[in-house]
């Protein structure tokens, strides 16, 4: 069963680091696209980062860039999001998700999604 699991998220102060932690099971990261998503109240589900199954390929949404990194360990099956100097914006639910395909980073280019993890940032 082919499954993705997001850990790492929680509550921090403003200007604080989280590092997100996506673990695949079922199936192997290493020919699979890999995205990160986000969803806060109200708003529609973004692509904030996503890294491609070949080396080079990352994007990060302008909202995000310069303080999250997405990196993967395709020996581990997994894939992180650091994420540093976080802003009240940043909260949300944010979730990883996988595709088969070299894909542009939009949330409805992908294919499988794990259940989301919460992330708060506030004082």
């Known amino acids: 069963q082919l499954q993705l699991v997001e850990s790492g998220g929680g509550l921090v102060q403003p200007g604080g680091s989280l590092r997100l932690s996506c673990a695949a099971s079922g199936f192997r990261l290493d020919y699979y696209d890999i995205g990160w998503f986000r969803q806060a109240p109200g708003t529609e589900r973004e692509g904030i980062s996503c890294i491609g199954s070949k080396p080079g390929r990352t994007m990060y949404a302008d909202s995000v860039k310069g303080r999250f990194t997405i990196s993967r360990d395709n020996a581990k099956n997994m894939v992180y999001l650091q994420m540093n100097n976080l802003k009240p914006e940043d909260t949300a639910v944010y979730y990883c998700?996988?595709?088969?395909?070299?894909?542009?980073?939009?949330?409805?280019?992908?294919?499988?999604w794990g259940k989301g993890i919460l992330v708060t940032v506030s004082s």
């Open positions: 998700a996988a595709v088969p395909l070299q894909v542009i980073c939009a949330p409805n280019e992908y294919e499988y």
